[in-house]
């Protein structure tokens, strides 16, 4: 296995469609040709390949100074569990140094919970002082 913080332009558009088709995010495949932007688009992108395959991919949006947002982490279904989603996020938020702002959004389901409060994310009603979040979805 081989995990790289490689050049997103040498990432295709069949194999990012393959492997978020793998993992059941829809919503990115329907416009392979936006899911290929956004992800060209992304300030760091962390990639793990199995031989040629591509099996696990990590990115951020960033201004690189105050705040990453970590847009997306995913793992193959044959790869889950085998710690390279935690490997990917360690060595692409160990890129931004002491930026003090890390922020994600994701499902509502116990097993993404437990994932990143292992990591050190805290949910921000359980986070002291309190902090409000908010979101505007189309």
């Known amino acids: 296995m081989e995990i790289s913080a490689g050049e997103v332009t040498t990432l295709g558009r069949e194999e990012l469609v393959e492997l978020y088709s793998?993992?059941?995010?829809?919503?990115?495949?329907?416009?392979?040709?936006?899911?290929?932007r956004a992800v060209r688009g992304s300030h760091r992108v962390c990639v793990a390949r199995d031989r040629q395959t591509l099996v696990g991919?990590?990115?951020t949006i960033s201004d690189g100074?105050?705040?990453?947002?970590?847009?997306?982490v995913?793992?193959?279904?044959?790869?889950q569990r085998t710690g390279l989603g935690r490997e990917l996020l360690t060595r692409l938020l160990?890129?931004?140094?002491?930026?003090?702002q890390q922020v994600l959004l994701t499902d509502d389901?116990?097993?993404q919970r437990a994932?990143?409060?292992?990591?050190?994310?805290?949910e921000t009603h359980d986070h002291e002082p309190p902090l409000r979040s908010?979101?505007?979805?189309?």
């Open 22 to 36: 793998a993992v059941g995010w829809s919503a990115y495949t329907r416009d392979p040709d936006a899911l290929l």
């Open 134 to 138: 908010f979101v505007r979805l189309r």
């Open 65 to 72: 100074v105050t705040v990453v947002y970590l847009q997306d």
């Open 109 to 111: 389901r116990p097993e």
């Open 115 to 122: 994932f990143y409060s292992s990591l050190g994310f805290v």
């Open 94 to 100: 160990g890129t931004y140094g002491d930026i003090r």
């Open 57 to 59: 991919l990590a990115r």
């Open 74 to 79: 995913l793992v193959r279904p044959s790869h």
